[in-house]
């Protein structure tokens, strides 16, 4: 571009020109025509939207309809009419995901004046000239009602505003549509749709169409359907706040009440009509009359919508004359209170405006902080004006900040679509109805339906699997807890275990802990987690149920009940053996806790309930009489092992460990349950008091009694602000006198500990401003004594001597083999699995390994610091930032080791204590064989033996080349060729290895990477007197026929001296030497006999 200086005026008048086509002119005009494209899109979508209706319009009208008799009469195209509907829905609705086609049909009403009333009159009017036709004119109208009533399911934030108004439209009419097929002629529409199953039933299997399997599934669908609809929420939006938030004041249709629609009497119409026996029959034959792959999951969401919702203990336990008479006079002051809170809840949760609970405001304003306002007079009178202040804060920013820095969202698509269970409500008839459908249920269909379902659970995930599972271990726990119910209130009901082994199988706890806990935990699938950890908790109580089983309890058993008894006894015991014999495995259910209360509440209170029953089971089998005898996979031991047994056999106590759940075992549990993150999720429920119950109350101050019995392990982790200020406000609280007993000791007890605590340091309360001290025990320790030098001096003295690598620059693959193989040959194979162990949890987070008795150990510490950990003084850290790849690859490398460790030649030449020269930092000039030329000539002669035997050895291997399995990828291919020499067992190397002092001169290696340059230069007057020794010696032999006494020996080498014994040599060296004093008897060999190295035992006079 020219300057401004240079241009003229023309150059201006040009440039004007120019300016009119710039590219902001253009982005107007881009604009304009997208305004106009828009605009004509939106014209077109209200005329195809009107087209539409008047489509729709015109196929109800020719459908037919009632007459003035209120007969209903079919149009001459009736059949095509609805296939024509049918059509719509499936080109308009299911393509583009829109109910445009049901909203249409609602407005004419196809499902209230049409489909109904053909469903309910043409089955009369059928005869066998019409019977065909009628009959596709009923199958016609179930799929259409079918479809025209499938669960509305509204992603709420991506739904437009539109959606929005025709999803509450369309949960009016589902409403609808529900009082029209229960109410209309006493349901007579559900029993003709069981009729047209009637013909199918009774027909053999094999001799069915796959028509006839579809028509089954469609009349489950309809119930299904049927039991789901319920009235719209009060407030439904994306957010509470803003523009999309849609607000429904009535959510029930005009003549529509919500005793016509409600549970009980949904139930009773369904029982009166027959559905509830074709729903059993229907299940009870699955797999072997029905086909499971399509039936199956209808089947389960039949049962799902059942139970729903439903509280077991009302349904196993019967109504009293109490409770007939008037629901008040059986509550009890605490259940009143509870109940009060409830409906209070209730009215005041999805109020339309902000200040709805009227009362005065108050505004705050402090310097130049924004107002504050604190609304309502209930407010006003309460005692903490600034928890108030905390708690009306929003939480819109920090969750937006979580899912930011998470770069997703806490809550999965399956989270958002599954609605709140709501309480149901039981009249008592409907009690009837639904205990005796339960029974039923439990005794013919549940066994089927587990089966059937546990294979599609297992299979591949599809979008629906969510639901699938989520009904899948729902119905299943819901089950178990109202069996375990029944058996407390009836003694007799203890043989009703059999019907529920399929849920106590060992493929289900595979399912739940191996297969479903961890993926949903690593998902951040919480519902699905929280229903899963319940039917797991539902499975324990029941299996601990049948353990207690004993036929002395029961009079008057038969011998085949008393064998039942015994049976279930033996089942539940192997049942709980593989439960926690898997030690990997079972980690996921001390992790699924953690952090719970900062999903929801509810979630919060189901994971206490958890740990509560799972402390109790724990706690149990440790108080056992005989101890349960536990199961542990053992690695393959070779026959040479076998043999060695003796040297590296655990001692009692340890292998007492690993074959019973004992004591110890208990507590490493425990441990793992009273962790900072889980007493964190009770006290955030706990300081909640106000919404809690009384038993969740006493499942809350039962963990903190735990924590105080252990209270020099655990007792910091209760020193928050947080659990103080829950202390200090629930004095006001209302709860019955059990309660406030066992709150009263709490308190008393803590204040106790705490100001004993004090009494020692008054530097404890520095422990309330931070957070997590209790994992560094050097901490703990200052905070509980003042002395910190004191303790690092006594845990100094317990720790082993550090260890170093003797080589520097080794490979990381051969440094982790060597430790690991170190470990092994030391006896600390269990660091080895509890290392591994930890590597395989690894999840976001970073990983903390607390065990002071594990870091004693010098090896140890030095592979933890190898694999990347972070030592501190009791414990060590994996930061999170460490690389996935990496893990794995050390996972793998230490179950490779600790399969196939390593020589103990190889492993004991790579690592030095602490204080120990390196062995190639040595800076020594003397030839490799320097002991040719001492005094003990005797000794160096089984030294060069030896030595020249290796080398013969790392011949042969060199030549043979057999691939052996490389330690260090730049070492040789052969290393350590003494591992060919094979020794009697660890025994006698141990004593040997005892004997020896700590810092005796470096070993020798062959390998090209260890030898030294100065080995090839040799003394050649050594070498001159070796070998004359060396002739004169095999000329004495021959002499004397191949024998030599000690005496000619000693005058061989010059003169008197000193009688040496041999010892320690075993009988295959012992048969070598013979065989080679012969063979160089015979030949005249030159080659020395093979010897082992000896050992001086003693020195006697000549």
């Known amino acids: 571009m020219d300057s401004s200086s240079d241009r003229g005026l023309e150059d201006d008048l040009d440039f004007d020109n120019d300016f009119q086509h710039t590219p902001l002119s253009d982005y107007e005009a881009g604009e304009a025509t997208k305004q106009s494209g828009a605009f004509d899109a939106a014209k077109f979508e209200l005329e195809a939207q009107q087209a539409l209706k008047s489509q729709i319009l015109i196929l109800c009208s020719a459908l037919g309809g009632a007459d003035d008799t209120g007969k209903y009469v079919l149009g001459a195209d009736a059949l095509a009419c ?3 509907i049918k059509r719509w829905i499936k080109v308009v609705d299911d393509a583009s995901d829109t109910w445009n086609v049901a909203s249409a049909c609602d407005d004419n009403g196809l499902v209230v004046n049409d489909l109904v009333p053909i469903l309910v009159q043409l089955p009369a009017r059928a005869v066998d000239a019409n019977r065909t036709f009628y009959h596709n004119i009923l199958l016609a109208a179930l799929e259409l009602l079918v479809a025209l009533t499938r669960p509305l399911v509204l992603d709420t934030e991506r739904a437009s505003a539109a959606k929005i108004d025709l999803y509450i439209k369309l949960k009016k009419s589902h409403v609808r549509y529900k009082d029209r097929i229960l109410n209309y002629e006493a349901g007579r529409c559900l029993k003709s749709v069981v009729g047209l199953t009637i013909p199918i039933l009774s027909t053999p299997r094999d001799q069915r169409s796959p028509k006839d399997t579809v028509i089954l599934n469609l009349c489950l669908n309809l119930f299904r359907n049927v039991l789901r609809i319920e009235p719209a929420d009060t407030t439904v939006g994306t957010r509470r706040s803003t523009s999309k938030t849609q607000q429904v004041n009535d959510n029930m249709p005009n003549g529509v009440s919500r005793e016509d629609i409600s549970f009980s009497h949904t139930v009773c119409v369904f029982r009166e009509n027959k559905v509830l026996r074709f729903v059993q029959t229907i299940t009870a034959g699955l797999g072997r009359e029905f086909d499971e792959r399509v039936l199956g999951s209808v089947c389960l969401d039949t049962y799902f919508y059942l139970l729903y919702g439903l509280d077991p203990a009302t349904v196993a336990v019967q109504p009293t004359d109490g409770a007939r008479g008037g629901a008040a006079s059986v509550l009890t002051l605490g259940s009143a209170l509870e109940h009060e809170k409830l409906l209070k809840k209730k009215l005041l949760s999805n109020n339309v405006t902000r200040h709805a609970n009227f009362g005065t405001l108050l505004s705050i304003r402090q310097g130049d902080e924004p107002v504050l306002t604190v609304s309502g007079q209930t407010r006003l009178i309460h005692a903490d004006l600034l928890e108030q202040l905390d708690a009306g804060v929003s939480k819109k920013a920090v969750a937006a900040r979580q899912t930011a820095n998470k770069n997703e969202s806490t809550r999965s698509d399956f989270d958002r679509r599954l609605g709140a269970e709501r309480a149901k409500q039981l009249s008592r008839d409907a009690h009837g109805v639904v205990r005796e459908f339960c029974t039923d249920f439990v005794e013919a269909g549940f ?116 064998d039942e008894l015994d049976a279930y006894t033996a089942a539940a015991e192997q049942l709980l053996r593989l439960t926690f014999s898997a030690e990997d495995d079972i980690e996921v259910l001390f992790h699924v806790v953690h952090d719970a209360h900062k999903v929801s509440l509810a ?21 056992l009489p005989t101890p349960l005898a536990m199961g542990r996979k053992r690695r393959g031991r070779s026959q040479q092992q076998q043999q060695d047994s003796d040297s590296d056999s655990m001692d009692d ?9 004992d004591r110890a075992r208990y507590e490493v549990y425990e441990r793992k349950l009273l962790h900072e993150r889980v007493v964190g999720c009770y006290v955030s429920v706990f300081a909640k008091f106000g919404e809690l119950s009384e038993p969740q109350m006493r499942r809350c101050i039962s963990y903190f009694n735990r924590i105080m019995l252990k209270k020099d392990e655990h007792f910091f982790k209760l020193l928050r602000l947080d659990f103080m200020l829950a202390l200090h406000d629930i004095k006001d609280a209302v709860f019955g006198p059990a309660v406030r007993r066992d709150l009263g000791r709490l308190l008393g007890y803590y204040m106790h500990t705490l100001e004993k605590k004090w009494a020692q340091t008054d530097a404890v309360l520095l422990d309330l401003l931070t957070l997590g001290q209790d994992h560094d025990r050097g901490v703990r320790a200052y905070l509980e004594t003042g002395d910190l030098d004191e303790w690092r001096a006594r845990e100094h003295a317990q720790r082993g001597a550090d260890v170093a690598f003797a080589t520097p620059g080794l490979s990381y693959s051969h440094k982790v083999s060597v430790l690991a193989s170190a470990l092994v040959y030391r006896d600390h194979g269990s660091l080895l699995e509890t290392l591994t162990a930890l590597l395989r949890t690894r999840d976001d987070d970073e990983l903390v390994l607390d065990d002071r008795a594990a870091l004693r150990s010098g090896v140890f510490r030095l592979l933890l610091a190898t694999v990347g950990f972070r030592l501190a003084p009791g414990r060590a850290v994996l930061p999170r930032d460490a690389d996935a790849g990496h893990v794995t690859a050390t996972v793998e490398l230490l179950e490779q080791a600790r399969e196939q460790p390593l020589e103990s030649d190889e492993v004991e030449a790579e690592l030095v204590e602490e204080g120990q020269e390196p062995r190639e930092q040595r800076d020594d000039d003397s030839a490799r064989f320097d002991d040719l030329g001492s005094d003990n000539d005797l000794e160096t002669l089984n030294r060069v033996s030896e030595t020249i035997d290796r080398l013969d050895v790392l011949e042969a291997a060199l030549e043979k080349n057999t691939g052996k399995r490389r330690r260090d990828p730049e070492a040789d291919k052969v290393r350590f060729a003494a591992a060919g020499r094979k020794r009697k067992g660890r025994a006698t190397k141990t004593k040997r290895r005892k004997s020896a002092p700590k810092h005796d001169g470096p070993k020798q290696h062959l390998s090209s990477k260890y030898v030294d340059s100065d080995d090839d230069a040799s003394d050649a007057e050594k070498e001159a007197e070796f070998f004359r020794r060396e002739e004169q010696l095999q000329a004495l032999i021959q002499a004397n026929g191949g024998v030599i006494s000690p005496e000619q020996f000693q005058r061989l080498l010059g003169g008197g001296g000193q009688q040496r014994s041999m010892v320690d040599l075993s009988e295959n060296e012992e048969s070598s030497l013979s065989g080679s004093e012969s063979e160089g008897s015979t030949q005249g060999s030159g080659v020395p006999a093979r010897r082992g190295r000896a050992v001086i035992d003693e020195d006697e006079d000549e």
């Open 82 to 84: 609805l296939k024509d």
């Open 447 to 562: 066994g089927p339906l587990l089966r059937a379902l546990r294979r599609v659970v297992l299979g591949e995930r599809t979008s629906f699997a969510a639901f699938v599972e989520f009904h899948f271990f729902y119905v299943v726990s819901w089950v178990l807890k109202y069996e375990r119910l029944l058996r407390e209130h009836h003694a007799d009901h203890v043989f009703r275990l059999g019907y529920v082994q399929d849920a106590l199988s060992h493929d289900m706890l595979r399912l739940v802990v191996k297969n479903s806990l961890p993926l949903y935990l690593q998902n951040r699938e919480h519902s699905l987690l929280r229903v899963a950890v319940g039917c797991f908790r539902e499975m324990l109580l029941t299996v601990v149920d049948m353990h207690r089983l004993r036929p002395e309890d029961y009079s008057g058993l038969s011998p085949e009940q008393q």
């Open 603 to 623: 979630h919060a209170l189901d994971m206490i309930e958890y740990t509560h029953v799972l402390l109790k089971v724990l706690q149990y089998l440790a108080d």
């Open 653 to 661: 106590a340890r292998l007492k460990r690993y074959l019973q759940f």
